[in-house]
């Protein structure tokens, strides 16, 4: 589980890159006006997915996603406004709501029938 999350952020990193920092300007404008057309990128994260999302001892938010979320921001030219759920229910709940531009969650079938989801056939062999 923990190898297939970060698998599809790997995909969902790579596809970013390739979508959006193409190093044209216009597209990169393109790109925030798409994903953020609030003026802000509101990212929806899993809060309590450890391997995803992690919180420091105050309360603020870390980890992979987070860092993804920021990056994207930072590249579109836009500030990154982080919108927490607290379990994977209360998340799929906000599907379709426009509570946020971007999801940044591991992949869930149950999600299937809202998002269209990515088959990732990457499997990795770790050495021991």
């Known amino acids: 589980m923990i190898e297939s999350s970060r698998i599809f952020l790997s995909v969902f990193a790579g596809f970013l890159y390739c979508a959006i920092w193409n190093g044209q300007g216009h597209a990169q404008n393109d790109a ?5 057309p609030k003026g802000e990128l509101r990212a929806g994260l899993i809060a309590s997915n450890p391997v995803l999302v992690t919180r420091g001892a105050v309360g603020q938010l870390g980890g992979v996603s987070v ?11 836009v500030p990154v406004r982080l919108i ?30 809202i ?9 990795l062999t770790m050495a021991t």
């Open 32 to 36: 925030a006006t798409r994903l953020a």
């Open 67 to 77: 860092e993804l979320a920021r990056a994207l921001a930072g590249k579109l030219g």
């Open 84 to 113: 927490p759920y607290e379990n994977p229910a209360r998340y799929n709940e906000s599907l379709g709501k426009d509570e946020w531009d971007v999801g940044l969650a591991a992949r869930d079938p149950s999600r299937g029938s």
């Open 115 to 123: 998002l269209p989801l990515v088959r990732c056939s990457w499997r």
